[in-house]
């Protein structure tokens, strides 16, 4: 325990991940697309520099609420694959913006 929490700090911080998960379906919902997919892979990669740069325990906390948001990246396939079916997408227009995705998905966890 390097920063030394307290239960109900841990207890909160636990919180407010769930929350940003929360706001980061709530986007995911709102906003389907490749813009999506990109912010919750920045607000990955931002949130985890954040923790390992800044021993602190304000940075953790508030990354932990970042790092939900990442839960756009998986909730999207399920989105894309119910936006083909109520499109009436042909099976190879969904194969290549599935393929995109996964693309994406890769390059930014690579970034």
Known sequence: DDLHFSYPTAAATLGLYCLGRLVGAHLAGSW??????????????IAWVSILLFE???????????????????????????????????????????RGQLISTCVGVFL
Request: glycine residues 12%; aromatic residues 8%.
């Open 32 to 45: 389907v697309g490749s813009v999506t997919m990109v912010f919750g892979t920045l607000c990955g990669g």
């Open 56 to 98: 602190h325990k304000v940075v953790f906390i508030g990354a932990s609420f970042v790092l939900g948001f990442t839960e756009t990246v998986t909730g999207l396939d399920t989105m894309l694959k119910m936006e083909s079916l109520i499109l009436d997408r042909a099976p190879e227009q969904t194969q290549i913006i599935f």
